[in-house]
């Protein structure tokens, strides 16, 4: 093994002992060669906690990517660098915009980044913000902002930059990771705001690979139309990937219906979950 995969928070948990679940996600990335890399942050709730359950030294990191910037993922940034101190923060420089959710009721949520960049840089962040795709650390990319070229990935209908409910937000802020194995490429997703067909193939223009190995985190399925759930399945199917790990946005009803579709590839990847390669 050279590299191992831990779910560190997500909505739901596994067997370990004392875990704990929030609506959120975050994964740690621990190689033999090269420095440890936190993948998003939860929110904020659980992530200090079950890395400690974990016997994961969050101390030892440096690098922390946030894939998007609603509090899910990046409510544990702050936490992190209070008991920490200071982390290299890999994003894309729409994480500070203003976000909310309208529900169908017209209630309506901010869900964007808790604090100010300068409180973050106060408490110790240096930001690396690029919208471009990029590696981060050796193997491992950034897909920087997705172009989203399908026609049938129209995304999360709910989200919107204010309560006004004129100007939708497509979070253009969305990024995955790219992990280059002997196995094949393993992507990390956040939300995937950005559609998982878009980020496959925005992936493949990018480093010309499609040798899809493993998709772990949050799809979005579970927020999307049917014919989104549908496309997104053919396309996975036609990849010829080995594992697929959903979790966090991914929901129930979709979750199942890819558990039916991709009875061997599919897993649950909810706190604790590992993958070695
Ligand atoms: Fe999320
Ligand atoms: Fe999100």
Redesign the pocket.
């Known amino acids: 093994m050279s590299m191992r995969i831990t779910i560190l928070c997500d909505n739901s948990v596994g067997p370990i002992s004392g875990t704990l679940g929030e609506h959120g996600f975050a994964a740690l990335i621990e190689r033999v060669t090269d420095e440890p890399i936190l993948f998003d942050t939860g929110q904020g709730f659980t992530l200090l906690h079950n890395a400690a359950r974990m016997k994961k030294e969050l101390a030892v990191v440096s690098k922390v990517v946030i894939?998007?910037g609603?509090y899910?993922?990046v409510g544990g940034l702050m936490p992190l660098l209070k008991d920490f101190g200071g982390v290299e923060v890999f994003a894309h420089d729409g994480i500070f915009a203003s976000r909310h959710r309208i529900k169908d009721t017209g209630e309506c949520y901010p869900?964007g980044i808790p604090f100010e960049k300068s409180a973050y840089e106060t408490a110790g962040a240096t930001f690396n913000l690029s919208t471009a795709f990029r590696e981060i650390s050796p193997g491992i990319m950034l897909t920087g902002e997705v172009p989203r070229v399908t026609a049938f990935e129209k995304g999360?209908q709910g989200?919107y930059c204010d309560c006004s409910g004129q100007e939708p937000d497509a979070?253009p802020d969305?990024q995955s990771l790219v992990i280059e194995t002997d196995k094949g490429l393993v992507i990390l997703l956040?939300?995937c705001?950005a559609g998982l067909v878009n980020t496959l193939e925005h992936i493949a223009y990018q480093i010309g690979r499609r040798d899809l190995y493993a998709v772990i985190g949050?799809t979005?399925l579970g927020f999307c139309g049917q014919e989104q759930l549908d496309k997104s399945i053919d396309a996975l199917k036609k990849t010829g990937i080995r594992k697929l790990a959903v979790s966090h946005?991914t929901g129930f009803a979709a979750a199942a219906r890819l558990s039916r579709e991709l009875p061997k590839e599919f897993q649950m990847a909810m706190v604790g979950y590992t993958l070695d390669i």
């Open positions: 894939s998007h609603h899910d993922h869900i999360d989200l979070t969305d956040g939300c705001h949050g979005h946005c």
